[in-house]
C-alpha cells in the first residue's frame, strides 16, 4: 500500500462545520485520532506483511502463488474503490468505512487461520475489499468534517502514520513471527480495530449529522460493473499466468477481454497510449505503483532465500525506503519545487529504476547485504518525489467538476499498476522455476537466483519507461 497524500484524490465539495481550533482541538481531537489510528494500522498490516509473508508462504506449501497474496489484495482493491466512492457519494461515509473495517478483519482472520495458500490467498482478497472501502471513505470523511484550512494537516499525519510502522513494522511482526508464529501477524490486527471504531465513533456521526445530506439515490451500477469485470479480468490473467500451459490461453483471452474494456472507459481517454497531460499522468502512477512494488513484494523473499536472513531481518531491508518516501515527499513541497514538475516527476522514476537495479546486486556473492537497504532509499526518495508531484499535477490540470472522476481514476491506475506488475513478476518467478527452488528452503535458494534477476531487470526496465514518459504530463499547446 502506497503513502497517502494530500493530493491524491480529491475532496468532496460539501461546506465543513466552521474552524474551531486545530484537528487537535477539543473539535477534531477524537476524530482525528481515530481516523489517523486507522491508517497506522493499515500501514502496520501493510509493512508486517511483506515480513511475515516468505515464512508464511513456505509454511503453507505455496511460494510458487507467492505473487497472488500480493496482487489478489490490489485486484479486490480495485474494484472496492470504485464501490466506496458510490457508496459515499449517495449515503454519505460512515456505512463504507465501519464495513471496510469489518471486512478488513475479516480477511486478516482467514489469512491468519488458512490451511493453505489458495485460503491464504482469499484472505488477502478479502483484506482488500475491506481495504479499498475504507481508504476512500477516508478521503470523504476528511471532505465533509474538516474545514479546508485544516485539510493539509490531516493529510500530512496520514503520511506520517506511515512513517512509525516502517521503522518498527519489520522488528515487531519479524519477533511474532519468529517466536509466535506468522498466524499471529495477522490474528493479533482484529483485536485492534476496536479502539479507534470506538474513540471516532460518536464524532463522525456528530460531524455527519452537521453535513448536508447526500444526494441519496440508486448507485451507478454500470461503473460498478465495470470495476468488477476490471478485478475479474485481472484475476484471470493472473490464473492464466499461474497454469503456463495451453489451456491458459482460454482464462487469459477472457481476462483480457473483460479487462481491457472495462479499463478504456473506466480511465480518461488516451491513458493507454499516453496521451499528452492528464493521460499520462494517470498512466504514470501505475506504472511507478507498480513497478516499485513489484519489486518491493520480492525483496525480502530474496534475502530470506539468497542471504538466509532471519524474517525481522530481511523486513528491515524496506524500512529506508519507508522513511525516505516521506523525505522525497517532503522535498517537493518545498517552495520553488512547482515550476519544476516535470524534472521531479523524471529524477523521481530515474531514483527508483536505480534503486531496483542497486537491490538487484544483492544476487552477487561478494555484495554486502546492506546494499538492499541502501538502494531501497533511493527508491523511497523516488516514489516521494514522483507520486506527490504527479498528484499535484494531475489537481492542477482538472477543473473542479472533473476532480473527483480524475483522482479516482488516479487511484484505480494505482490498483491496476499494482495487479499487473505484481502478478507479471509472479509469472516470471514461477516460469523461470523460483518458486519450486525457494521452496526447498537454504541450500537450494541459489537456484532460483535468475528468477529474482529476471523480475528486477523488468521492473527496472519499467521505471526507466516511466521516466521516459515524464516528458509528456505537460499538456499539447492549444
Known sequence: MAVMTASDTALPTALAPPDQG?????????????IVSVVLLLAFEATAVNTAMPVAARQLHGVGLYAFAFSGYFTSTLF????????????????PLFAGIGIFAGGLVVAGTAANMWLFVSGRAIQGLGGGLVIVALYVVVGRAFPERLRPAVFAAFSAAW??????????????????????????VPMLVVLPLAVMGPALRRAEREQPAMVGGALNWQRIGLAAMAALGAGLLQYAGERRDLLALLPAAAGAGLLVPAVLRLLPGGTLRAARGLPTLILLRGVAAGAFFAAEAFIPLMMVTQRHLSPTLAGLTL??????????SWLQGRPGAERYREQLIRAGFLLTALAIGG?????????????????WAFGGIGMGLSIASISVLMMKLSPPEAAGANSASLQMSDALGNVLLVGLAGVLFAGLGGGAVAAAGAG???????????IFLVMTAV?????ALAGRVRPARA
Open 80 to 95: 472496492a474503490m470504485v464501490l466506496s466512492g458510490e457508496w459515499c457519494d449517495r449515503r454519505g461515509p460512515v456505512l
Open 319 to 328: 524500512t529506508s525506503g519507508g522513511l525516505s518516501w516521506a523525505l522525497g
Open 463 to 467: 521505471a526507466l519507461l516511466g521516466a
Open 444 to 454: 537450494a535458494g541459489g537456484g532460483a537466483r535468475g528468477a529474482f534477476a529476471a
Open 22 to 34: 486545530g484537528v487537535l482541538g477539543a473539535r477534531y481531537r477524537a476524530l482525528t485520532l481515530g
Open 163 to 188: 512513517v512509525l510502522p516502517s521503522i518498527v513494522g519489520p522488528v515487531v511482526s519479524g519477533a511474532v513471527t519468529q517466536h509466535l508464529g506468522w498466524r499471529w501477524v495477522f490474528l493479533a
Open 359 to 375: 537491490a538487484a546486486l544483492v544476487l552477487l556473492p561478494g555484495a554486502p547485504t546492506w546494499t538492499a537497504a541502501v538502494a
